[in-house]
C-alpha cells in the first residue's frame, strides 16, 4: 500500500506541478500524517525537491514539492525502419544526451551493435554518482518488422531473424538493466501522456507520423495497449482515396509516401531521415502529399468517433513543427467537410511532445513500471 501511495504522490505532481502536503492529501483523501510520512521518504531518496515556503495569513507556511530532475534516469530506445536512436533521459523528461544511427533496414545485430558503442557514450554523460540511478531501458519498435519486407525493401532472411532473437533479453544483458518493449507509437502516444504540455484529455486518439503513420489510444487517463500491445494500430485502417476505392491509411498518410514522391520528382529523400527539423522539399510535392494525409486522417478519426467518444485527437510525428501545425489544421478543416451526422467531433490538435516523442516514449516506460500508477503490459527482458 504504502508503494502505490508513493507512486500515487509523484503521478500528481508530475501532472499538477509543484504541490504541498496539504494540496495531496486534499487530492488523495490520505490522512496529512501518511502524507508528511510519504513525501519526506520521496525527498530522502532524492525524488523530490522543497521549495520555498509559501507564507499565509493563518498557519504554517505552505511548501511545495516539485519532482527532481536528477532524481532517476531512463534509457529509451527507438527501433525505426530507417533509423535508430537512444537517448538518456531525466526525471523529468529532459533529454540529457542522445545518439542516432541511420540504416537501409534494422537488423538485430544492427541495434546490439548501435547500443553497445552508443551506451557507454551516454553514460558519461553523467556525474559518477548519478550513474546508478538509472531506472531502466525502454524499447520502442515496430512490432513484426518481418513483415514489412516489401515495404522497406528488406531482405526477408534477414529481417527474419527478429522473429527469433528475444531483443529485450539481448539488450539487459548488454545494459545490466531492466529493458522493455512496446509498440513505437504506442510509446509516442505514451509520451505525450506522461511528459506532454498543456492540457492532458481524458480521452484521446493518437497519431504519430513516421515511415509508416502509427497510433496510441489513451481512454481515462490511461494508456490503452490492447491485449498483444497494438491497439490503435492506425495504419491499417481503411480510408477512401482520391479515386474512392478504399486503401489504408499508410498509404497515403506515411513519411514513405512522402520519400516515395520526392524520389519521383527527382528529389533526394534521404533529409527525411536525417533531421525532423530541416526539410527541404519541393512545394508542390509536400502540399500534395499533406492534403492527401489530412483526408486519409479525416475519414480514419470518423471512423474511431463512431466507435468511441473522445475528447481530442492529437496529432505528431518526425517532421518540422510547421508542417506538423498545416496538417493539423488541413485534418480539421477536412473533417468538418464530412457528414458529422450523429458524431460528436473531437477537437483536432497538435501534439506537444514533437519528433523525439518514441525515444521519450520508451524511456517513459520503464518510469511509469516504477513510479506511476498506471501500468500496463509490456514485454520485459
Known sequence: MRAWNERLVLSLVRQHGALAKSDIARMTGLSAQTVSVIMRGLEQDGLLLRGEPIRGKIGQPSVPMSLN?????????????????????????????SRRRIYRYPTPDT???????????????LPDG????????????PFQLWSWVDFIGAPQAEMDAWRHRDIASELSALAGMPVHVQNDATAACGAELVFGTGERPKDFLYFYFGYFIGGGLVLNGQLFTGQFGNAAGVGPMPVPGPDGRMRRLMTVASLSVLAQAVEAAGGQSDQLWQSPDRWDLPEAVLDSWMTSAAEGLASAILSAATLLEMQAVLIDGWMPTSVRAEITRRTEAALFRLDLSGIEPPAIREGTVGAEARAL???????SQRYLIDQNPTREG
Open 111 to 125: 541495434i546490439t551493435a548501435f547500443v553497445a558503442e552508443a551506451l557507454p557514450q551516454l553514460l558519461a554523460c
Open 130 to 141: 548519478l550513474r546508478d540511478r538509472i531506472g531502466g531501458m525502454g524499447v520502442a519498435m
Open 361 to 367: 516514449g520508451a524511456a517513459a516506460i520503464p518510469l
Open 69 to 97: 530532475a536528477d532524481g532517476a534516469f531512463f534509457l529509451g530506445l527507438k527501433i525505426g525502419r530507417r533509423s535508430a536512436d537512444l537517448a538518456l533521459v531525466d526525471f523529468l523528461g529532459r533529454v540529457r544526451g
